[in-house]
């Protein structure tokens, strides 16, 4: 292949980056569909019978499978087109994005620029800080108590009366994916644990971080040099990508968190640590409440957070998040000023 050919998707405009990013992203995402509709078949299902599959009544044979074709689909949905996007825009040869290029000329040094590996884009970097590992693990799992308040109040949010046939809508798509979950959670052995772990906190938090932080978040951030702006705008679409109505708000402050983590220490690794342990302490969590013979794992989705507690995890989030940045002393990456 020659130089001639390869895509520099650098020298093209933004717009046309998005368009490159969103077709990659439909491609894997046709595949991944294409795929499960293989592994269905090849279980023994007819078109009839899954256009008619009731997802809240699973057999344990087919929880299995449903398991097998998540960690498929979240692969090719999230890691795949991440890493061909960060292979595209770390290729030698290409010249320094504008944003790294915004940054050279503010930081007055080539510190910020990944100049090397075919996935340098995606700032894997190491080594990481110890320090600030143990703190971004204290911030994500201290604000648990916060993020689930935010639940609360978006459970309150009452749509338009015209639109209360879309509401009742999403009330009912929201149910029957708590059930999913539930059915999902629901493990005897360790085995079954590890596959939860696999399938719900490992591959997520590699995945969606790879994609939302490592690619979306800094494409918008060189697009429009307004890094923030860019944090809150992925924290938002990498929300309502999980297409959850009533879990918005928390998600999107749980998303703008790593993205905050991410954007003060440079490195992705951080995120996918934070992600890896919202996630992995819930599925553990559940676990061990249900091994107690707790019914439901010990959740109660309807109970209230005391105040206290919710303040208590709100000043680890915000005193926990100011510890970290300055873990980085990055004055050229201001910790609010958009």
Not at 22 to 34: D, K, P, T, Y
Not at 120 to 148: H, N, W
């Amino acid at each position: 292949m020659t130089d001639n050919s390869i895509i520099l998707l650098n020298e093209k405009s933004y717009l046309t980056q998005l368009l490159y990013l969103l077709g990659i992203f439909g491609g894997c995402f046709m595949l991944a569909q294409a795929i499960t509709v293989v592994m269905m078949l090849a279980a023994g299902y007819d078109l009839e019978s899954l256009q008619n599959l009731d997802l809240t009544n699973l057999a344990p044979s087919e929880i299995l499978l449903y398991k097998w074709m998540q960690i498929i689909s979240s692969i090719l949905l999230f890691v795949v087109p991440a890493l061909i996007w960060g292979y595209l825009k770390s290729k030698p040869g290409s010249k320094p994005s504008n944003w790294d290029t915004y940054l050279l000329e503010k930081e007055g040094s080539e510190s910020s620029i990944n100049a090397n590996g075919k996935w340098s884009y995606l700032k894997l970097r190491g080594p990481l800080k110890i320090t600030a590992v143990l703190i971004a693990i204290l911030v994500t799992v201290g604000s648990l108590a916060f993020m689930g308040f935010t639940k609360q109040i978006n459970d309150m949010l009452v749509l338009p009366e015209f639109l209360s046939g879309l509401e009742e809508m999403m009330r009912t798509m929201e149910d029957e994916g708590e059930k999913l979950i539930m059915m999902f959670l629901e493990v005897n052995g360790i085995g079954g644990l590890l596959l939860n772990i696999l399938m719900i906190a490992i591959i997520p938090a590699i995945g969606e971080e790879l994609l939302f932080r490592g690619a979306l978040q800094q494409l918008v951030q060189e697009w429009t040099k307004k890094p923030h702006l860019a944090i809150w705008l992925t924290a938002a679409l990498f929300s309502f990508f999980h297409f959850q109505f009533y879990g918005f708000l928390p998600r999107m402050f749980l998303g703008a968190m790593f993205g905050y983590l991410f954007y003060w220490s440079g490195s992705l690794w951080y995120p996918i640590i934070g992600h890896f342990m919202n996630n992995g302490f819930q599925v553990v969590g559940y676990y061990v409440a249900q091994s107690m013979g707790m019914t439901d794992g010990g959740l109660d989705v309807d109970a209230t957070i005391p105040i206290p507690a919710v303040l208590i995890s709100l000043a680890i989030l915000v005193v926990g998040s100011i510890i970290f940045y300055k873990q980085f002393n990055r004055e050229e990456r201001p910790l609010l000023e958009v």
